[in-house]
């Protein structure tokens, strides 16, 4: 990547480069406006002074007063100016910070949401949130100041240089003497300033790692009353942070004394070789006294430049993360085959497949399964043996490294990823409830859905009376992940909401474990009705949970050992008639 990251943020705002060029424009003007009372100073004392010779004069008013006159109106006219200008670049900037934050983030945001699932497990949400928030908020702030800043800088160096140039040729090298070595500074300094606020940014991200990981964990961190443990590492984190900050200080406050010094060297060579010219009568006292006077005007804001690179390399440190995580490909392409719901069977198939997470050791090893359409199969077997694994394969969360996942006959890899994900319901064994309401989270995924159905859904999954019973009812707010719910209970809404969105293909990953044996029985009844339409793959410990399914899968390391229903399977007397036993307590 050869583009520094100011050309990429540029090249992303290239669609409002008409407000940026008139952002620039304005910026330009105010410092040029901000510039002129010096000059005008200086015409007013040629006007009292020259009187009927003055630089006005020589324009045609002779009469000194009308020449203060005209003067004044063109002090007025520059001040009026100048805070027209500024109003239009404060205007212009500050809308302009506001739209690309805005559009960067929800740009930022939407291709993250892309991104496959493997990128979210290797990385933490407090990173990924410090970006969504700290880095895009901090490019919002260099936007409104710190362009301002740079383009003033610019256009007050070039304008001054060049007048100082054109009135004072012969002399005008003596202040511009150290203008390369602070370019050659800054440039070094910008070098070295990078890393150190990549690495600010970076903690930043651990920090924020650190906080909403204990934020979400709090139950965790006082049940087992680590506060002090955490306190404590709260701490180091943010020391890690004050101190990655304190190096990039460190090198940022040094570079000021070094600027004035460059400074005061062009400021000194210009008084004492200036001032040894009008000793030798080759230079005129008024010319010696304009120069003393503008070349502070010209040096001066490099005194700012360090405190400009320092807001550039803090923003720019931003742009890189931001730009890094937009350019993360999304390695999951999905396919052009079309599934509509109104065509779709739902037949599945596993075909030799084989699996592995980040090239680890595989997790299942050459499976094949095949589910007719509509059938209902239960896949049963020991903790981690791949169970969650098979059905994250179908809905494509993950590719399979060997073998082919078709639906209707159909890879899935050819399919539109959101068509096979629209023709599947999926009930997690982890369920994840949003902060809103009972009836916003039953219909989320149906956002159509009209009240009736988000009540009947929830009949059916055996929700509606524990909601009855809830302060508001389907109106009452649930908490950030459900907080407010019980395990069952937040079970049961993520079956009604599988069952509102009334999928082709169903899974259930462990649906009703957290639910008693009553409710979990009244919920087997409503499941055999809404099953009887839809392929359904259901997983569960419990057996009685899947003793009436088609076929039950037996599964061991990743592979399937038995195979049959209920009866069959007590009859082969394997590993399912084993647990069977264990379980309805006959051993
Ligand atoms: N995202 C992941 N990255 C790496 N390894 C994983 C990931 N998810 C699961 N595993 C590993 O894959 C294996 C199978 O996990 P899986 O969740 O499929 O098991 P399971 O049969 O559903 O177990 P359980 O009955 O406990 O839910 C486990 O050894 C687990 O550690």
Redesign the pocket.
């Known amino acids: 990547m050869t583009q520094t990251p100011l050309v990429r943020l540029l090249r992303y705002g290239k669609p409002y480069q008409v407000q940026i060029l008139g952002a620039i424009i304005c910026s330009t003007f105010r410092t040029l406006f901000d510039l002129a009372p010096p000059y005008l100073i200086g015409v007013a004392v040629d006007v009292v002074v020259e009187q009927e010779a003055s630089l006005i004069a020589r324009l045609g008013i002779q009469d000194p007063l009308t020449q203060l006159l005209v003067l004044s109106i063109l002090t007025i006219a520059t001040w009026g100016l100048e805070s027209l200008s500024q109003y239009g670049a404060d205007k212009l900037w500050r809308n302009l910070a506001q739209t690309l934050q805005h559009e960067l983030r929800v740009d930022t945001y939407n291709h993250l949401q892309g991104l496959e699932?493997?990128y979210f497990?290797d990385r933490s949400t407090g990173t990924l949130l410090s970006i969504l928030n700290d880095d895009i908020n901090q490019l919002e702030r260099f936007l409104n100041f710190g362009a301002q800043d740079l383009i003033s800088f610019f256009t007050r160096v070039f304008a001054v240089g060049i007048s100082f140039v054109l009135l004072v040729p012969g002399i005008a090298w003596f202040a511009m003497m150290p203008i390369p070595f602070i370019l050659w500074g800054t440039f070094l300094f910008q070098l070295r300033l990078a890393p150190r606020y990549d690495t600010v940014r970076d903690q930043a991200g651990l920090i924020s790692d650190r906080l909403s990981n204990n934020l979400s964990g709090i139950a965790t961190i006082k049940s087992f009353t680590a506060e002090a443990y955490e306190s404590d590492r709260v701490y180091q984190e943010s020391e890690a942070y004050r101190r990655s900050n304190g190096r990039a200080i460190a090198l940022s406050v040094a570079f000021q004394p070094l600027l004035r010094f460059f400074i005061l060297l062009g400021f000194v060579l210009t008084l004492y070789l200036g001032g040894r010219e009008v000793l030798q009568g080759q230079l005129s006292v008024g010319t010696y006294g304009f120069m003393v006077f503008i070349v502070q005007d010209l040096l001066w804001p490099f005194t700012e430049l360090s405190e400009i690179m320092d807001e550039y390399q803090r923003a720019m440190a931003s742009v890189r993360r931001v730009m890094g995580l937009l350019d993360t490909p999304a390695a999951m392409p999905s396919g052009h085959h079309r599934l509509p719901l109104t065509t779709i069977r739902g037949e599945v198939q596993f075909e030799n497949i084989t699996f592995a997470?980040?090239n680890?050791n595989p997790?299942l090893k050459n499976l094949s399964l095949y589910i007719p359409a509509k059938a209902t199969v239960g896949i049963v077997?020991?903790?981690?043996?791949?169970?969650?694994?098979?059905v994250?394969l179908l809905l494509r969360f993950y590719e399979v490294q060997r073998g082919r996942v078709l639906v209707d006959d159909i890879d899935i890899r050819d399919l539109k990823l959101l068509d096979l994900r629209q023709c599947i319901g999926w009930v997690s064994?982890d369920v994840f409830l949003f902060h809103g309401t009972v009836a916003e989270n039953i219909a989320y995924g149906s956002f159509n859905a009209t009240v009736e159905e988000i009540i009947q859904a929830a009949k059916l999954a055996e929700a509606h009376e524990f909601i009855q019973e809830l302060p508001q009812g389907y109106d009452t707010i649930i908490g950030e992940r459900g907080q407010k719910l019980s395990g069952g209970q937040r079970q049961r809404l993520a079956i009604a909401r599988a069952i509102l969105k009334d999928p082709p293909i169903l899974i259930l990953?462990?649906a009703t474990s957290a639910v008693d044996n009553e409710t979990e029985a009244a919920i087997q009844k409503s499941l055999a009705k809404i099953t009887q339409n839809r392929t359904t793959i259901a997983?569960a410990?419990r057996l009685s949970t899947i003793r009436n399914a088609d076929c039950i899968y037996v599964?061991d390391k990743g592979a399937f050992v038995e195979a049959g229903t209920h009866e069959e399977l007590l009859a082969i007397n394997g590993l399912y008639a084993n647990l069977w036993r264990v379980q309805s307590g006959i051993s």
């Open positions: 699932l493997t497990e997470y980040n680890r997790i077997g020991a903790t981690g043996s791949g169970k969650s694994t098979l994250k064994q990953d462990e997983i410990h599964m």
